[in-house]
C-alpha cells in the first residue's frame, strides 16, 4: 500500500491568510492525488482532483500543485467557512490510500 | 441532482453483522463504481472495497478480505456493504462514494458495543 503523508498535522490561522498543507506519497504517483474538505459531522468533499484541477463548484481560492511524490494544497485567502480538516488521497493504486489528516484552526 | 443517499445508523453486538445500503439517484448506477470507505472517531479515512455498478465485479482491501461483502442491486440503483464478525474496534462511520469519489453519501455511524 502507498503512503500519504501529510504535514502540519494541525495549523492555526487566521482569516484572510495564505496557508499551504504538504503531502507526501511513499512512492511515485504521477499526478493520481485528491484533496478532501470535510467538516465535523459531514462527509469529506473533493476539492482538487488529478493533483491541481479544482473541482467544480469550489472555490477558485483553493489550488493545488505537484507531481511523483510532493504535493500541495493551497487555501490563498482564508475564509471563515474554510476551518476544517483536509485529506490528501493517492488514486494512483488500489487500495486508494489518505493521508493523515491537516485540522485547520482559528488562530 | 446526483445524491447517494445511505442507510440509518446502527447499534451492533460483537460477533454480529451490519448491512448498509446506499441509495443513489442522478446518474445511470451500472456506469460507475461505488467505494466504500470508513472513518473511526477521530481518525482519518480508510478504504474498505469497490464495486462495479455494472458487471458486480468486486475488490477489496486485504484488511477486510472474509469480513467485507460488496453487493448491488442495479434495478434499484443501491449498493450494499455488509460487515461480519463485528468487534468494539470497527465501531465508525462508513461511507459510500462514487468511482471518482466526487459525490459521497451522508455516512452511517455504526456502532459495536456488548
Known amino acids: 500500500d502507498i503512503q500519504m503523508t501529510q504535514s502540519p498535522s494541525s495549523l492555526s490561522a487566521s482569516v484572510g491568510d495564505r496557508v499551504t498543507i504538504t503531502c507526501r506519497a511513499g512512492?511515485?504517483?504521477?499526478?493520481?492525488l485528491n484533496w478532501y474538505q470535510q467538516k465535523p459531522g459531514t462527509a469529506p468533499q473533493l476539492l482538487i482532483y488529478a493533483a491541481s484541477r479544482l473541482q467544480s463548484g469550489v472555490p477558485s481560492n483553493f489550488s493545488g500543485s505537484g507531481s511523483g511524490t510532493d504535493f500541495t494544497l493551497t487555501i490563498s485567502s482564508l475564509q471563515a467557512e474554510d476551518f476544517a480538516t483536509y485529506y490528501c488521497q493517492q488514486s494512483y493504486s488500489t487500495p486508494p490510500t489518505f493521508g493523515q489528516g491537516t485540522k485547520l484552526e482559528i488562530k | 441532482q446526483v445524491h447517494l443517499v445511505q442507510s440509518g445508523a446502527e447499534v451492533k453486538k460483537p460477533g454480529a453483522s451490519v448491512k448498509v445500503s446506499c441509495k443513489t439517484s442522478g446518474f445511470t448506477f451500472s456506469q460507475y463504481a461505488v467505494h466504500w470507505v470508513r472513518q473511526a472517531p477521530g481518525q482519518s479515512l480508510e478504504w474498505m472495497g469497490w464495486i462495479n455498478g455494472g458487471n458486480g465485479n468486486t475488490r477489496y482491501s486485504q484488511k477486510f478480505q472474509g469480513r467485507v461483502t460488496l453487493t448491488r442491486d442495479t434495478s434499484a440503483g443501491t449498493a450494499y456493504m455488509e460487515l461480519s464478525g463485528l468487534k468494539s474496534e470497527d465501531t465508525a462511520v462508513y461511507y459510500c462514494?462514487?468511482?471518482?469519489?466526487?459525490?459521497w453519501g451522508q455516512g452511517t455511524l455504526v456502532t459495536v458495543s456488548s
Open positions: 462514494a462514487r468511482s471518482t469519489f466526487d459525490i
Open positions: 512512492q511515485d504517483i504521477s499526478t493520481f
